[in-house]
């Protein structure tokens, strides 16, 4: 068998998306691409026999925080170290960063632990099936670099300059975002205002099922979404406060 690390590159999206599928993964195309064209020279893969089986991506957010994302091996390929050896490049590239996250699966959280991750708080990922929406408004996205910064913790303004392009709105001391059926990121200073936004998606989406990744709440559920997973948010290095009673909604497990 020929096994080798190398970069993961856009060429390997077909592969990445197989890959997910293997471990009960929703990613899609355009996830797996957002997130290599975010920080090429940082997303990693290990090829056997011309195959990718396992994956890890990074996303710099300038030297204060970075994430890390698709820490995946196919279920074949499980046991062979690959996922710690990723993980490694990944850490080593990221060498200049403060802090660096991710959100960790149960299967994945011993490993990062060992790697000097903490648990910092819980995250989850919802989903709805096709439902009716009422017609919603919303305004055409202003960005609010500083109301996003507080949210998060760091500047991310590249990620959301990507996203805004694809699907975006505003409402008084909110935004939010879309991504074909991923809602967010959603920052706001109002449950109503965020409420709005998510209105405002759901219309536009009325015909398809959503996903929607969250801290812990009960609003989900009261606008007809079902819990589909829970994973632990894990951080290594500088402790930062991002401010997390206003996200309604990250930009996925993923981005952060």
Request: hydrophobic content about 40%; aromatic content about 8%; glycine content about 8%.
């Amino acid at each position: 068998m020929s096994i080798r690390a190398r970069m993961l590159t856009l060429a390997d999206v077909p592969d990445a998306c197989a890959l997910s599928q293997s471990a009960g993964w929703n990613q899609t195309a355009d996830d797996w691409r957002l997130a290599i064209e975010m920080n090429p020279d940082g997303c990693f893969a290990i090829e056997a026999d011309s195959n990718v089986v396992a994956t890890t991506t990074t996303i710099p957010y300038g030297t204060r925080l970075a994430w890390i994302g698709m820490v995946l091996t196919h279920p074949e390929y499980r046991g062979r170290g690959f996922a710690r050896a990723l993980m490694q490049r990944a850490l080593d590239h990221l060498g200049s960063v403060e802090t660096v996250k991710l959100d960790a699966t149960e299967m994945g959280a011993p490993l990062y632990r060992q790697f000097g991750f903490v648990d910092e708080c819980p995250i989850e990922r919802w989903i709805r099936s096709p439902l009716p929406s009422p017609p919603a408004k919303a305004d055409v996205y202003l960005p609010d670099p500083e109301l996003d910064g507080e949210a998060f913790g760091a500047d991310r303004c590249a990620l959301l300059a990507r996203l805004s392009r694809i699907e975006s709105a505003s409402a008084p001391g909110a935004i939010a975002m879309g991504r074909g059926t991923r809602f967010g990121p959603c920052v706001s200073r109002s449950k109503e205002s965020a409420v709005a936004l998510l209105h405002w998606y759901l219309a536009r989406h009325c015909g398809g099922e959503i996903l929607w990744d969250t801290f812990p709440s009960e609003l989900p559920k009261s606008e007809g979404f079902k819990i589909y997973r829970r994973l632990t948010r894990m951080t290594r290095g500088r402790v930062l406060h991002p401010n997390n009673a206003v996200v309604y909604a990250g930009a996925g497990l993923e981005f952060g």
